[in-house]
């Protein structure tokens, strides 16, 4: 977790930033960021713009998900996360294929 820093301009400069994964996949764009107060740290990032073919029914319901900062590779004009996100997903497909 990033400890926050005393110039409020810095946190808020990555809402708006496109997030990748490593992998090179979109998965969203960074609309607002789940702090802890007390420790003073970021948590997660809330993401809308959703890639749809990782988020199907929250793209379809407009709806945004949030993704634990700890996942995060890099900042700076975009952000980069763990690939886990990619595999989230993954489960099921695999279902489908067994299925048919």
């Known amino acids: 977790m990033v400890e ?5 301009q810095e946190i808020t400069s990555i809402v708006g930033r496109e997030v ?3 992998g090179g996949v979109f998965v969203g764009e960074i ?14 990032l809330a993401l809308g713009n959703l890639n749809s073919e990782l988020f199907t029914e ?14 995060v590779r890099s900042v700076g ?9 990619e595999r989230v997903r ?4 695999e279902e489908d ?4």
């Open 4 to 8: 926050i820093d005393d110039t409020p």
């Open 20 to 22: 990748y994964s490593n």
């Open 31 to 44: 609309e607002d960021l789940q702090l802890n107060i007390d420790g003073q740290v970021v948590t997660g």
């Open 58 to 71: 929250e793209a379809r319901s407009g709806q945004g998900v949030i993704v634990p900062y700890r996942w």
């Open 77 to 85: 004009d975009v952000v980069l996360v763990n690939e886990v996100v």
């Open 90 to 93: 993954e489960p099921d497909e």
């Open 97 to 100: 294929e067994l299925l048919a």
